[in-house]
């Protein structure tokens, strides 16, 4: 229903008809960016950041936005993503609601908000989009592309599906086909959004809007971000002063659940709940074995395992110089092993290729909060460039 | 609002009033249980077997009902708790709605269900009613208690409050406290069912069930009582046939999708949801270390973290021969370290202790299925008593 754009966004016309993977294609869409720093003369010094589900193109602060971006630590000048010497582009993905055309878009040929007459979304139409804003900014070949969570899977349908647009890769969190047990925790998700009165089958507004649906999809979703070992530490079995607590035996008494509901409070109508769902389920729809499986007849066994053939084989048939896939140990959405087959699946198909696995104890987020260790994983491996 | 309890089970009368830990008390309140095999002569072949959350004291089939047990495999003649040689009792946990007294039994103080006018509940109350069964049946000493999950923290209270009743303990995906992971889930299940309109602050009936509440409280249980090891292998990314699926974008649409929805199903109206939230809030206010604090003024560090001084001490009150702890590595829920904390706790009061880490791929739900483990390691135990 609602967009949220932050000031100073910047925006790229996709060509109209833009096609869809899973059929269906989109009229007049846009995809919203922010940069840092300048592009040579030569366009070389480009790096393209695909993100996670929910962030927008406001990775940092800039000249057309001060505010404090979501990597604000890792993007700018003289920082490890240093705007003095590259030229950052962040897109929105496709599908969001911070600027880039989604399900919470007017449909042109309608006028009326797309909702669930959205086409079916795929992390590769993403990567299609992201592609197109590249190449519009004037950019034959990024230096590099940096993917996050989703953006990992991004980036790899971009480099598959863009032969030469990217030297260089840094899969961060990332995986080459969505497991089970992400899947489970999206599904669950979604299936609380779907199931609130509220959501009215994406008909929802602001006055019945469902809220207690995304708070729940929240609260989960940050359980899995975050690490078991991390909130020993941090949460233990503190417990609220005893004026939050009330009298309630199932309200709010440890500062685990206070610290969930403040995420869930910051997140609730600051993202469209139908965005939410195409996003979350393109996820579950990414694999990158069905390239394999394409391009040398390769099938996973029927589990579809990491490191079963499809996969790898869609992995070995991306084309990049050097690359680089970062992984948490404390991760339980996308787990380490998913990165360490990011990187030898690479490696597999010609890249000079590494896996670094890091041992951060804050789960899949860590690379938001981390910037001790991925700062200077980030920054070493550009450095090479 | 509505009981279930298995044909054949017994019921031991609890003293009247019954004190509870955080305060009350019941009246003419009852424990169901089940027994298999014969008391001897010297009443010192007696084992106890406590429950995680949802279990009836139906452990496995006996004279008093031919239907399959929830441990089957595990508990009758020649099993691995060989009721040829054992007297095994397993016992409904108070709070329950498979026959002992909780929020769905009548208070006979108003004529009316408990609902939420039922005392606040802990895992101390539990092992004070399974304690008063032990005695009413005329045993002054079990050979061994055994307790999974929830009937972990049982046992513990169990052994701690009642010095001499256990000569021995077998320990299986416990814990001593619980931490904020797993008290972070709970608080999402419970919030779940709170938020189904039909729960109505406890006030429904079988026309008005919160059933989408407790359907998505039990999928996020059986997501975190399995591993994503175990569903790497189990699912993979295999879909349902197109029959199932149908052309609902976020209808069920992979087999681990469709896997949840069968245990909710099996789940939703055959557990009280009422009780489900008493009794999962009595698992977050566990902490063994509160007894460790009292006993030697040791503390908790800020995050009471496990082996800081609180539990550790909590866990050396407890007067018993022998332990095992069992732990599995894929648990997410009960995670390994807290097995370990208690082996080493019990060993410090003085116990010949031992900790068992199983490789098992199923999470905390592996004592369930992993019979092939299980099965070795409780007999072996049994065998040395």
């Given amino acids: 229903m609602t967009e949220f754009i932050p000031p100073g966004t910047q925006f790229c016309a996709l060509p109209s008809p833009f096609p869809m993977k899973r059929g269906g294609a989109l009229h007049g869409a846009r995809i919203a960016y922010e940069t840092w720093g300048t592009l040579n003369g030569a366009r070389d010094n480009a790096i393209l950041i695909v993100t996670g589900l929910s962030p927008d193109a406001h990775a940092a602060s800039n000249a057309g936005n001060a505010e404090p971006g979501w990597w604000e630590q890792m993007v700018g000048p003289a920082k490890p993503i240093d705007s003095d010497r590259w030229f950052v582009i962040c897109v929105n993905s496709l599908g969001s609601c911070k600027g880039s055309t989604g399900p919470a878009s007017i449909n042109p040929q309608t006028g009326e908000t797309y909702r669930l007459d959205f086409p079916e979304l795929s992390v590769e139409d993403g990567a299609d989009a992201a592609a197109h804003v590249v190449r519009a900014l004037g950019i ?54 779907r199931l609130d009165p509220d959501w009215n089958h994406g008909k929802y507004d602001d006055a019945h809007y469902p809220e207690s649906g995304m708070r729940m999809a929240r609260k989960l979703g940050v359980i899995t971000y975050r690490s078991a070992l991390e909130w020993d530490g941090r949460f233990g079995r503190v417990r609220l002063d005893s004026d939050h607590a009330g009298d309630d035996p199932f309200g709010l008494e440890f500062e685990v659940e206070s610290y969930l509901e403040g995420h869930a409070r910051r997140f609730v109508r600051r993202f469209d709940p139908n965005c939410y769902l195409y996003l979350s389920r393109s996820m579950d729809w990414f694999d990158l074995g069905e390239y394999g499986r394409e391009q040398d007849g390769n099938r996973n066994d029927r589990a579809g395992n990491p490191g079963s053939g499809g996969v790898r084989a869609g992995l070995a048939g991306i084309r990049v110089e050097r690359a680089l896939a970062i992984g948490v140990q404390t991760d339980i959405l996308f787990p380490l092993q998913q990165q360490e087959e990011i990187a030898e699946g690479l490696r597999a198909g010609g890249a000079y290729s590494e896996f670094l696995p890091l041992p951060s104890p804050q789960g899949h987020d860590a690379f938001l909060v981390d910037i001790a260790r991925f700062g200077p994983a980030v920054a070493g491996f550009l450095a090479t460039l």
């Fill in 140 to 193: 034959e070949r990024l230096a590099c592309i940096i993917g996050n969570s989703m953006g990992g899977m991004t980036a790899l349908a971009f480099m598959l599906r863009n032969p030469g647009l990217a030297r260089s890769h840094i899969n961060i969190s990332g995986a080459a086909q969505a497991l089970p047990f992400s899947i489970a925790i999206r599904s669950l998700q979604r299936e609380a959004i």
